[in-house]
């Protein structure tokens, strides 16, 4: 018996629809949970062991308040109400903060919590120490004011050393530590008829450290040097007049012929 093509083409249709049923995960409906809230005027006060239903405020937020053991809260609280979230913090480590003040002026004011009184009150008077400040003097006397005012302290001078009238050898200018900013020397006819030289010893003797030596032909009988960046000597400032040039072994003339000045710090 043959069927009919209609009957044929729905029977497989209708196969089909129960092998894509069969095939298909049908959706499931979950009933939401509702969480109540209340709203109090007042933090209520529970029992042990008592339930009690999240707290709201007035427009039906949710308060949230950590409190010391909650969490490693305490000392502040948190409004969640706006973004980002507005932090009131009153303690630092376990010490409260003082109110903010308003420091500086450009571009503007920021406030400070908390400021050491030691930073906003005035400076004491006297002759306390309050550290070190950098000046920016460009114009001697008129950038921020600044004029380095003479003084008649001994100690605010370049200490000035010289053999006077006494002929030497060799001079010590400063017996310890410091700076040389000038120096003279002058020979005799028994120097300066051969080449000659000046030793600058780091040293307080003409021996040790040669820190400079300057050579001077045969005929000149002065010797004149002035540094504007002074010459750093870490042991003394000592001069001497020697015989044998430069290179050479420091070799004094055999009597005083030199006399030796120079200003050291």
């Known amino acids: 018996m043959r069927l009919p093509k209609i009957a044929l083409a729905l029977s497989a249709f209708c196969f089909m629809s129960l092998a894509h049923a069969a095939n298909t995960t049908?959706?499931?409906?979950?009933?939401?949970?509702?969480?109540?809230?209340?709203?109090?005027?007042?933090?209520?006060?529970?029992?042990?062991?008592?339930?009690?239903?999240?707290?709201?405020?007035?427009?039906?937020?949710?308060?949230?308040?950590?409190?010391?053991?909650?969490?490693?809260?305490?000392?502040g609280s948190v409004t969640q109400g706006t973004t980002p979230w507005v932090d009131n913090v009153t303690q630092w480590n376990s010490v409260a903060?003082?109110?903010?003040?308003?420091?500086?002026?450009?571009?503007?004011?920021?406030?400070?919590?908390?400021?050491?009184?030691?930073?906003?009150?005035?400076?004491?008077?006297?002759?306390?120490v309050i550290g070190k400040f950098g000046i920016d003097q460009t114009t001697l006397g008129t950038t921020n004011g600044v004029t380095l005012v003479p003084s008649t302290a001994s100690t605010a001078g370049i200490s000035y050393s010289s053999s006077g009238g006494t002929a030497t050898n060799s001079r010590?200018?400063?017996?310890?530590?410091?700076?040389?900013?000038?120096?003279?020397?002058?020979?005799?006819?028994?120097v300066s008829s051969a080449a000659w030289a000046v030793f600058i010893f780091d040293a307080t003797s003409a021996t040790g450290t040669i820190a400079k030596c300057y050579n001077m032909p045969s005929g000149t009988v002065t010797f004149t040097a002035n540094w504007t960046n002074p010459v750093r000597f870490g042991t003394g400032v000592t001069v001497g007049v020697s015989t044998a040039v430069c290179n050479s072994t420091y070799t004094a003339p055999g009597t005083a012929a030199a006399f030796i000045s120079g200003e050291a710090l």
């Open 26 to 75: 049908p959706p499931v409906t979950v009933s939401p949970t509702v969480v109540g809230g209340q709203y109090n005027t007042a933090a209520p006060s529970a029992l042990n062991k008592q339930f009690l239903p999240v707290q709201l405020d007035a427009n039906g937020n949710l308060k949230v308040n950590v409190v010391v053991g909650g969490g490693g809260g305490g000392g």
């Open 97 to 128: 903060l003082g109110s903010p003040s308003n420091y500086g002026t450009s571009p503007g004011a920021v406030p400070v919590i908390g400021v050491n009184a030691a930073v906003t009150n005035a400076l004491p008077a006297g002759t306390n």
């Open 172 to 190: 010590t200018l400063k017996s310890g530590a410091g700076n040389l900013f000038s120096l003279e020397v002058s020979v005799g006819s028994t």
